[in-house]
């Protein structure tokens, strides 16, 4: 059974940081790329960041860029997304997802994506 599990998230107020994790289990997604997603209320899921199995090649939305840095640690099957300087839009579930193959090395549409994890809120105050 594959898993993927998200946490870290909570309040915090404008300016402050989160670091999410997301645990895998029931497959080894060391050769796979990883990524967040996030979802807003009433707006549509949108892509964060990625980082291929290597952790070689990373990509972030331009909305985060400069503010969020993506990490794996492959022993532990376990990718990370430190969010600094967040800001009320970051405010939204975020997801981590884990591709299938090794074909795309960091892809960023939603469909491209497999395995899903539950989400975990983050909500930043003003």
């Known amino acids: 059974q594959v898993q993927l599990v998200e946490s870290g998230g909570g309040l915090v107020q404008a300016g402050g940081s989160l670091r999410l994790s997301c645990a895998a289990s029931?497959?080894?997604?060391?050769?796979?790329?990883m990524g967040w997603f996030r979802q807003a209320q009433g707006k549509e899921r949108e892509f964060v960041a990625v980082?291929?199995?290597?952790?070689?090649?990373?990509y972030l939305a331009d909305s985060v860029k400069g503010r969020f840095t993506i990490s794996r640690d492959n022993p532990k099957n376990t990718v990370y997304l430190q969010m600094n300087s967040l800001k009320p839009e970051d405010t939204a579930v975020y997801y981590c997802?884990?591709?299938?193959?090794?074909?795309?090395?960091?892809?960023?549409?939603?469909?491209?994506?497999?395995?899903w994890g539950q989400g975990t809120q983050v909500t930043v105050s003003s």
């Open positions: 997802a884990a591709d299938r193959t090794t074909a795309r090395t960091t892809p960023r549409e939603d469909y491209e994506y497999e395995y």
């Open positions: 029931g497959r080894d997604f060391s050769r796979s790329p």
């Open positions: 980082i291929s199995w290597s952790g070689g090649s990373r």
